[in-house]
Nanobody, 120 residues
Framework: QVQLVESGGGLVQAGGSLRLSCAAS????????MGWSRQAPGKQRELVAA???????NYGDSVKGRFTISRDNAKNTVYLQMNSLKPEDTAVYYC??????????????WGQGTQVTVSS
């Protein structure tokens, strides 16, 4: 069994910064891609950013140049540094990871979500 625990959300003024963290724990052999998605009220969940086990990254168009994803493989943790935040970044942010368990099965696990609110 594996779980992801997010932290770092909160309320920030437009133009400010926040850093989200997501730590994976449990019966982990290795982790492939880790990423962040978000869902605003009344909208579909969208990809924010993803990072492969080798450090390759991918970003949603709306956050390119403002957000940076990184990971610490030794800690099984993924981070999302969010700069120049805008009110339209307000959403619940979810981390996810493709995990190979110690039983050698592949599972996609999601965190519980953390609220990010950007005031204008």
């Amino acid at each position: 069994q594996v779980q992801l625990v997010e932290s770092g959300g909160g309320l920030v003024q437009a133009g400010g910064s926040l850093r989200l963290s997501c730590a994976a724990s449990g019966s982990i052999f290795s982790i492939n891609t880790m990423g962040w998605s978000r869902q605003a009220p009344g909208k579909q969940r969208e990809l924010v950013a993803a990072v492969t086990s080798r450090g390759g990254t991918n970003y949603g168009d709306s956050v390119k140049g403002r957000f940076t994803i990184s990971r610490d493989n030794a800690k099984n943790t993924v981070y999302l540094q969010m700069n120049s935040l805008k009110p339209e970044d307000t959403a619940v942010y979810y981390c996810n990871a493709e995990i190979i368990t110690t039983a050698r099965s592949i599972v996609t696990s999601w965190g519980q979500g953390t609220q990010v609110t950007v005031s204008s």
